[in-house]
C-alpha cells in the first residue's frame, strides 16, 4: 500500500479515558499508525487499535533479563563485580576483566552486533527476517570487531551485552533465560498478557501491524522471528503487564531494596538518558525524572515510564518517514509534568 493512501484512510479512534492528554497527536502528526497508553488503571488508544493490544517490547525485555539477574544477586549465585568470565569461561574475550556490572549497564565496551548489516530487527531483512539464530552465532558477529574502548572506560549501548547476560542467567541456573523470567516474573505477577516468543512469527490478538518502507511502498512486517534480538528484546508484552512489572519493580517486590539500589546506580549516557543496570533514567523538559526502559524493533516502540506513583507505559507503531517524537515527548509533559 502507497504510504499517501494509508495515512488518508486511516481510522482515528481515541479512548475517552484521556480527554486531556494529547494521544492523538502522535497518529495525527503522521508519525504512528496506532498508539496506546496506559498510566495507572486507566489506558486508551488512538488509531484502529485496542487498548489491551499487544505489542514488541524490544529491549523492555532488558529489564525483565537484569531483573533475574539481580535475583540472582541477592541469592549469592552472582556477584556483579565478579568477572564474567567467572560465570562464562572462555565465551567473553577479555572476560577476566568485564565484570557483570558492566555487561548490564554498557561499560564493557563490547561491539553491539545488531550494527552489522542485516543483523538488526530495526531494518527491513526481507526472508531473512524470519531465520532462527542462536545466541552463539549473535555473539561471533560482535566479537568479530575489536570493542568500542577497554572495560569501564566509557558507555557505548550493546544489545550484544544482553546476550551474554541471558547466557549468564542460563549457565547459573541451568535452565532457558525465558524459562526463568516465566518463573520469577511472569508467574508471580501473574502477567499472562506477556511472553517470550523464541521462533513464533506472530503476535497474540489483538494487535495492531507494524510496518516499514521498501522502495517507497509501505510493507507489513509484523511477522518475524525473534531469534535475533533473544534476551537484548525478544518479548511481547501489554501496556498493563508493563506497568505492572515495572510497579512491582520499583517496589523493592522482585528484588531486596540492595539490589533495586544496584539497579538505580546511573552512570552517564547519551544526552536523553542515564543508565543503571538494565533501567534508563530520563530528565523530562519540566525537570522531572522519570526512571523506565524503553523499546524498539522494526513496527514497533514501547516507552516504559516510572515516577513515584505514577506508571505509564506508552507502544506505538510508528510510521517510516514520520517522527512521532515530538508528540510523544508532549504526551509525558502531560503527564508528569501538567
Given at each position: 500500500?502507497?504510504l499517501?493512501?494509508?495515512?488518508?484512510s486511516?481510522?482515528?479512534?481515541?479512548s475517552p479515558?484521556?480527554?486531556?492528554?494529547?494521544?492523538q497527536?502522535?497518529?495525527d502528526?503522521?508519525?504512528a499508525?496506532t498508539?496506546?497508553?496506559?498510566?495507572?488503571?486507566?489506558?486508551?488508544?488512538?488509531?484502529?487499535?485496542?487498548p489491551?493490544a499487544?505489542?514488541?517490547?524490544?529491549?523492555?525485555t532488558k529489564?525483565f533479563?537484569?531483573?533475574?539477574i539481580?535475583q540472582?544477586?541477592?541469592?549469592?549465585?552472582?556477584?556483579?563485580?565478579?568477572p564474567?568470565?567467572r560465570y562464562?569461561?572462555?565465551?567473553v574475550?577479555?572476560?577476566?576483566r568485564?565484570?557483570v556490572?558492566?555487561?548490564?549497564?554498557h561499560?564493557?565496551?563490547i561491539y553491539?552486533?545488531?550494527?552489522?548489516?542485516?543483523?538488526?530487527t530495526?531494518?527491513w531483512?526481507?526472508a531473512?527476517?524470519?531465520?532462527?539464530?542462536?545466541?552463539?552465532?549473535?555473539?561471533?558477529v560482535a566479537?568479530?570487531?575489536?570493542?568500542?574502548f577497554?572495560?569501564?572506560?566509557?558507555?557505548?549501548y550493546?544489545?550484544?551485552?544482553?546476550?551474554?547476560?541471558?547466557?549468564?542467567?542460563?549457565?547459573?541456573?541451568?535452565?532457558?533465560y525465558g524459562a526463568?523470567?516465566?518463573?520469577?516474573?511472569?508467574?508471580?505477577?501473574?502477567?499472562?498478557?506477556?511472553?517470550?516468543p523464541?521462533?513464533?512469527?506472530?503476535?497474540p490478538?489483538p494487535?495492531a501491524?507494524?510496518?516499514?518502507?521498501?522502495?517507497?511502498?509501505?510493507?507489513?512486517a509484523?511477522?518475524?522471528?525473534p531469534?535475533?534480538?533473544?534476551?537484548?528484546?525478544?518479548?511481547?508484552?501489554?501496556?498493563?503487564?508493563?506497568?505492572?512489572?515495572?510497579?512491582a519493580?520499583?517496589?523493592?517486590?522482585l528484588?531486596s531494596?540492595?539490589a533495586?539500589?544496584?539497579?538505580?546506580?546511573?552512570?552517564?549516557?547519551?544526552?536523553?538518558?542515564e543508565?543503571?543496570l538494565?533501567?534508563?533514567?530520563?530528565?523530562?523538559?519540566?525537570?522531572?525524572?522519570?526512571?523506565?526502559?524503553?523499546?524498539?524493533i522494526?513496527g514497533?516502540?514501547?516507552?516504559s515510564t516510572?515516577?513515584?506513583s505514577?506508571?505509564a507505559t506508552?507502544?506505538?507503531?510508528?510510521?517510516p518517514?514520520?517522527?512521532?517524537?515530538?508528540?510523544?515527548?508532549?504526551v509525558?509533559?502531560?503527564?508528569y509534568c501538567?
Amino acid at each position: 500500500m502507497n504510504l499517501t493512501a494509508f495515512l488518508a484512510s486511516a481510522v482515528l479512534a481515541v479512548s475517552p479515558n484521556f480527554p486531556a492528554l494529547p494521544l492523538q497527536q502522535i497518529v495525527d502528526s503522521g508519525g504512528a499508525s496506532t498508539a496506546v497508553l496506559r498510566v495507572d488503571a486507566e489506558s486508551g488508544a488512538a488509531g484502529p487499535v485496542t487498548p489491551n493490544a499487544y505489542f514488541r517490547i524490544g529491549s523492555v525485555t532488558k529489564t525483565f533479563v537484569a531483573t533475574v539477574i539481580l535475583q540472582l544477586v541477592d541469592e549469592q549465585r552472582v556477584r556483579l563485580d565478579d568477572p564474567i568470565a567467572r560465570y562464562l569461561p572462555g565465551v567473553v574475550p577479555d572476560g577476566e576483566r568485564i565484570t557483570v556490572r558492566q555487561v548490564l549497564d554498557h561499560t564493557s565496551g563490547i561491539y553491539d552486533y545488531a550494527h552489522d548489516p542485516g543483523w538488526s530487527t530495526n531494518r527491513w531483512r526481507g526472508a531473512e527476517r524470519f531465520r532462527h539464530y542462536e545466541p552463539s552465532q549473535l555473539l561471533e558477529v560482535a566479537f568479530s570487531h575489536p570493542p568500542y574502548f577497554p572495560p569501564g572506560t566509557g558507555w557505548h549501548y550493546s544489545n550484544t551485552n544482553y546476550i551474554v547476560a541471558g547466557l549468564l542467567i542460563e549457565r547459573v541456573t541451568g535452565r532457558s533465560y525465558g524459562a526463568e523470567i516465566s518463573r520469577r516474573i511472569l508467574r508471580p505477577l501473574r502477567l499472562t498478557q506477556t511472553s517470550l516468543p523464541g521462533d513464533r512469527p506472530g503476535l497474540p490478538s489483538p494487535h495492531a501491524p507494524g510496518y516499514t518502507s521498501v522502495d517507497g511502498e509501505l510493507v507489513d512486517a509484523t511477522l518475524m522471528n525473534p531469534s535475533l534480538d533473544w534476551a537484548a528484546g525478544e518479548m511481547i508484552s501489554t501496556t498493563a503487564d508493563v506497568n505492572r512489572f515495572f510497579e512491582a519493580l520499583f517496589a523493592a517486590r522482585l528484588t531486596s531494596k540492595a539490589a533495586l539500589a544496584e539497579m538505580r546506580r546511573y552512570v552517564p549516557a547519551t544526552e536523553l538518558f542515564e543508565y543503571g543496570l538494565g533501567l534508563q533514567r530520563f530528565r523530562l523538559p519540566c525537570g522531572t525524572t522519570v526512571e523506565g526502559h524503553s523499546g524498539q524493533i522494526l513496527g514497533y516502540t514501547t516507552y516504559s515510564t516510572h515516577s513515584g506513583s505514577t506508571h505509564a507505559t506508552l507502544s506505538y507503531n510508528p510510521l517510516p518517514g514520520g517522527d512521532a517524537s515530538s508528540a510523544v515527548l508532549g504526551v509525558f509533559t502531560a503527564i508528569y509534568c501538567d
